[in-house]
């Protein structure tokens, strides 16, 4: 008998107990762990997106050569089967290092953007395209999104609705000793929108770190930043674009307070063309604390002025991950210091500001060892599932860490084991896990791990 009609029979008779119980047994029994990438020499730092047809698209960083980092690509489909080039197909294998992917994904084709060192006088910005078939769309080894003499970094990608992608990035061409914000739009075929190597979104003598991108559901985009005005003044800040790379609103505007030290900045839409943004405060780094901020089309916050306290719990809490709730508010997961180890609370907080859970978040996992770098996706059904980087001690000596998951639901109820589920306690690193959702309830989880060499790609599909 089909394990899911017992299911269906047990619930009416049996209760709630029952039901949670056979959602732990039959997703972990009837998927296994996929190698995704084990060619020699080593493969890290995985992302995907959903391919829109229940599997997904995987890139990652390559070292295959054993000269220069390369990126290199994989789709798999829901019924655990590689359907490209074994090997990975590659995206751009130019002289020196491609590194830090941030990828797009659309019905027919995904683009991935990429810090590249080609050109040996400065690190770049290139972007590339692939098809679901495999075949890559633009020029071999990617199209130059920013080529300025000095460097670019840490960039975000953001699928403009229209097949192709806004792009933002940190530019020093102004200064080494501070980075400017810039925006590129880039199309389908690969043309470059804007004006060549970008357009400024701020200028000033501080330096706007780690920009990340959120679309307005009116066919324009935030970008939101950490603004480094000193080494104690730093700030979180917002600007609003039009889709023709014009700002909307007159100036950037400020989003923490104006005091202290903030920082690391998660956003996601509150489905009402506004943002919800969620940063850490640091106090002498050994007290930090969680806040978060809503802020409408106009730039005005809806919530309290200096924000929403997630946590002011003792200790650090730090690393936190962010997702819509699906009713306008947030759930967060962070990792939390307030006892011996770093363990993972959670919290949500709904549309109009409110704290729904218990005061200082609940406890996801405070299992031996510390947990850390969580993500969380939201898999469409009030459910969320949670992946991250476990030391518990219940892994033994053949491991460094290990991966573990948990799934919960929009009440903060536990759906698992207590603690968590392991993902991959195999030999060896295992490096902070990628999550995507592929729809119908279930998501994949893809990481690395240096257990056979120097890093290898794996996915579990939940």
């Known amino acids: 008998?089909?394990?899911?009609?017992?299911?269906?029979?047990?619930?009416?008779?049996?209760?709630?107990?029952?039901?949670?119980?056979?959602?732990?047994?039959?997703?972990?029994?009837?998927?296994?762990?996929?190698?995704?990438?084990?060619?020699?020499?080593?493969?890290?730092?995985?992302?995907?997106?959903?391919?829109?047809?229940?599997?997904?698209?995987?890139?990652?960083?390559?070292?295959?050569?054993?000269?220069?980092?390369?990126?290199?690509?994989?789709?798999?489909?829901?019924?655990?089967t590689l359907l490209w080039d074994q090997k990975g197909v590659p995206i751009s294998v130019a002289d020196?290092?491609?590194?830090?992917?941030?990828?797009?994904?659309?019905?027919?084709?995904?683009?991935?953007?990429?810090?590249?060192?080609?050109?040996?006088?400065?690190?770049?910005?290139?972007?590339?395209?692939?098809?679901?078939?495999?075949?890559?769309?633009?020029?071999?080894?990617?199209?130059?999104?920013?080529?300025?003499?000095?460097?670019?970094?840490?960039?975000?990608?953001?699928a403009d609705g229209e097949g192709g992608a806004i792009i933002v990035w940190e530019d020093e061409r102004r200064s080494s000793e501070f980075q400017d914000l810039y925006i590129q739009r880039v199309d389908s075929q690969g043309n470059i929108l804007w004006k060549k190597d970008g357009i400024t979104v701020f200028e000033s003598d501080s330096s706007q770190s780690e920009p990340i991108l959120s679309a307005d559901g009116l066919g324009g985009f935030y970008i939101i930043w950490w603004d480094v005005i000193g080494y104690d003044n730093w700030h979180i800040m917002a600007h609003r674009y039009n889709i023709d790379g014009t700002p909307i609103w007159d100036s950037p505007i400020l989003i923490s307070p104006t005091d202290g030290m903030q920082g690391i900045p998660r956003v996601v839409s509150d489905n009402e063309n506004g943002i919800i943004v969620v940063w850490q405060i640091y106090e002498n780094f050994i007290n930090d604390q969680i806040y978060a901020q809503r802020i409408n089309p106009n730039g005005d916050k809806q919530w309290k002025e200096e924000g929403v306290p997630i946590c002011t719990a003792d200790g650090i809490q730090k690393n936190h991950a962010i997702v819509e709730d699906g009713s306008g508010g947030i759930i967060v997961v962070w990792r939390d210091e307030r006892d011996i180890y770093g363990d993972l609370y959670m919290q949500r907080i709904s549309a109009d500001g409110t704290i729904i859970w218990k005061e200082n978040g609940i406890p996801l996992c405070t299992a031996g060892g510390h947990q850390d770098r969580p993500y969380i996706v939201n898999l469409d059904d009030d459910t969320f599932f949670i992946s991250w980087v476990d030391f518990r001690g219940d892994v033994g000596e053949k491991t460094a860490n290990a991966i573990y998951c948990q799934k919960i639901d929009i009440s903060g109820n536990i759906l698992w084991d207590k603690d968590g589920v392991p993902v991959s306690t195999s030999k060896g690193e295992h490096y902070p896990p990628f999550v995507v959702s592929i729809g119908n309830g279930e998501c994949m989880v893809v990481w690395s791990n240096s257990g056979r060499d120097n890093g290898d790609i794996f996915l579990k599909r939940f």
């Open 96 to 158: 020196r290092n491609q590194r830090r992917l941030r990828m797009v994904g659309y019905d027919t084709h995904t683009i991935v953007v990429w810090n590249d060192r080609r050109r040996i006088r400065s690190w770049d910005i290139f972007a590339q395209a692939i098809d679901l078939e495999g075949k890559v769309l633009w020029e071999t080894d990617g199209i130059p999104i920013c080529i300025d003499d000095t460097d670019q970094s840490t960039q975000a990608i953001l």
């Open 1 to 80: 008998m089909d394990p899911k009609n017992i299911r269906l029979k047990l619930i009416p008779f049996l209760g709630k107990s029952i039901l949670l119980l056979t959602c732990i047994f039959i997703p972990i029994a009837v998927f296994s762990e996929i190698p995704i990438s084990i060619i020699e020499d080593g493969q890290l730092f995985p992302t995907a997106v959903s391919d829109r047809s229940g599997g997904a698209v995987i890139m990652w960083e390559d070292y295959r050569t054993g000269n220069d980092w390369d990126v290199y690509t994989q789709r798999i489909n829901n019924e655990k």
